[in-house]
């Protein structure tokens, strides 16, 4: 791949320092509420815990997360609460939160985060003498109210409790109606950490039976996010925390109006690039590593240095090929000295020493017999005259390439003892005759491989000639269909192209899957191979008799002896055309470059007629230009920085993944969450009212929690409504002025109306006599046990 050319002007943004813990306000002042029966308002929320009196306008808040630490100078243990979580890394560690997903479960974490509220406020009674509204999950489980009961009565002796919904509440407080009695229409859409509620609003009552919940939130899109990078960038040298990736999800990600058309759009590498935002993380200079270090992270090097490094690298190159150079000709010398000795060994060799006394000299030198010593002769004079020519080729002294098949012409020796008849000859004669003999027998070797050759190249030839001839014959038949039919001729050999490219694309999968030990093809080829190795263990061992009548091992009878192939036996695979299939099954490196090769020649025959021929066919169609502009779209999609360059391998480059995150609250399916999406739950709901009540519901679309501050969450969810519903019904949507604030304010209004928050309380009796689980029914709360 081509290293990405970085434009000009890049829209960086630098990753924020890890900001200093808050410093947590003095505890207010408890006397103007003492003996006051202040309501206090709790809005437990999974994120952060907002708590104050309801006359309060602001709210404190921070983190819903605690740990217990045990301080090493003093050995105290301590209890930390929100920002202060993040002072030790200790006790990072071991935080917990009160939240499992959606569900209230660590009501340890709740009674500490609890204990730390209540002393914020400044409460030094020994119970709690203030009526709570408190907030809990639409749908929440009566399990978690009990507990949540049992400790605000049993360990804080509250006077009464009252639940509310968090984002009715947040509906409550943005009512622009003058009216007293609550009661607005609307449809509330409200975005927590773990999920999205949509809750119909009548006459100011919340109608929970028709409510809906989508298992998506803001927590689910940051893990999201965080996979996307991981996947994208597999080796980035840092690691990306979970609270980085929350950070780059609420400052880039956004919701586009219409994510099909936008991402058919990016199908333009230029217009990718613009919307891409580029986060830079921190990185290292290194001024003593060579372009960059191991990681990459070094200094530019000047020009002058460059050249020098490139200089030193052509010298370490030159005394290389000077050391192979001498080791060549070492072995050659060593190989021209063995064939001078065993030349000289052979002259030496007198008949009348006697066969067997030459038998004995030929296995002192670590010969089996005459015959593999003159077969090692022949091999060193092949070698010795195949160096020489090399070491003329590198002179300059031969025209001719390292594998050209010269055949220099043979002169015909004289084997004058062979016609002669044994009777006739000596002793010393017979052995010479018998050396003539080899040395004949030898030369008729080499006079039939000649021919051989010779009438090889004479069928190479003419075949040649016949491919040539049927090349010629195709072309004008090709010729002649094209100028009868242009178009079928261009039709048919387009679809040709498609084939071939749709090949070679498959192969380029196949090898790819080959490179995952867990993908099928990996694991079918390993079943080969082990189905191969059990077939040739249940053929190996045994003994047989050979044709010479001693006991040995037959061929082709016995794979090996003992265990396995271990032994001398004789390895039988390849007998059978069957293994050859197999072999070119579990093979797939070699069979597959040389088919793609002879696909590519004869793709690119096929692009060249038609570029010649149809002037509908132009370059932007060919299989090279397709691949191209598949690279560069994956070069928009992550660019490809220089070995050298350390800042841009600490870049991250975010482009449809700011979108594709928000999308799956509009389609949950993109992020693997079996559920509808909001556009779908919302017309679950409206399915269920009559059309006059359906008309008040989507005039006024309310939507709030801190994810509702996406850019153009609002439109999407307008264009997603307006084909659903009749084209002269109106849909307005709005969103809360404070979304992360709004409930408890809404809560702490609602509470400063005393008459009917006083309604909504249970009270400790009512508690002890219903249980926990019970809680008093009201346009506002829960309606699962309530009374």
Known sequence: MDVDVEPVNLDITPLPLPSTPNIPLPPEDYTPHRSQHTPLIIDNGSTNLRWGFATSSEPRFGPNIVTKYRERKTNYSLMLFGDAVEVESGAKTQAKTPWEGDVLLNFDALENALDYAFVQLGIDTPTVDHPVLMTERLCSPVHSRALTSELMFELYSVPSLAYCVDGIMSFYQ???????????????????????????????????????????????????????????????????????????????????????????????????????????????????????????????????????????????????????????????????????????????????????????????????????????????????????????????????????????????????????????????????KRKQKLLKAGYEARVRARKERELKAIKDREEKAERDKQREIEEKLDSEAREADLEGWSKKLRGEQEALMHRIKDRAKRRAAMNDRKSAAKQERMKNIANLAAGDERTAGGSGTSKKGGKGTAKGVTRGTGKGRKGNAEDMFGADDADWAIYRKINTTTTVSSDEEEDLAQLQQIEQKLLTHDPTFTAQHTHASIISRRSALLDAFRPVYGEGDGAGHNRIHLTTERCRVCEAWFTPSIAGVDSAGLGEVIQNILSRFKEEEKGRLVKNIFLTGSPSRIPGIATRLYSTLRPLLPPEMPIEIRQAEDPALDAWKGMAKFARNGEEFEKVGMSKAEYEEMGGERLKRWWGSNWNGSF
């Open 174 to 432: 943005n009512d622009q109606s003058t009216e007293k009695p609550f009661i607005s229409d609307g449809l509330v859409v409200s975005f927590n950490t773990a999920s999205t509620s949509v809750i119909p609003v009548l006459n100011g009552k919340g109608m929970l039976t028709h409510a809906k919940r989508i298992p998506w939130g803001a927590s689910q899109a940051t893990d999201y996010l965080l996979k996307l990078i991981q996947m994208k960038y597999p080796n980035f040298p840092t690691r990306v925390s979970v609270a980085q990736a929350n950070w780059m999800f609420r400052e880039f990600c956004s919701v586009s109006p219409d994510y099909s058309s936008l991402l058919h759009s990016f199908e333009d590498p230029s217009l990718l690039r613009s919307q891409q935002k580029i986060i830079q993380f921190p990185f290292l200079l290194n001024p003593n590593a060579a372009n960059g270090g191991a990681n990459g992270n070094g200094e530019e090097k000047t020009e002058e240095e460059l050249a020098k490094a490139a200089e030193r690298r052509r010298e370490q190159g030159r005394k290389l090929q000077e050391i192979a150079a001498k080791n060549r000709l070492e072995k050659l010398q060593q190989k021209e000295s063995d064939l001078t000795y065993l030349l000289s060994l052979r002259d030496n060799y007198s008949p009348s020493v006697g066969k067997r006394e030459w038998d004995r000299k030929l296995r002192e030198e670590g010969f089996d017999d005459e015959e593999n010593f003159e077969e090692t002769l022949k091999k060193l004079e092949a070698d010795v005259k195949k160096g020489k020519k090399k070491e003329r080729d590198k002179e300059g002294g031969s025209a001719l390439g390292d594998g050209d098949d010269v055949d220099e012409p043979m002169e015909e020796p004289s084997f004058p003892l062979v016609d002669i008849p044994d009777a006739e000859l000596d002793p010393s004669s017979l052995a010479e």
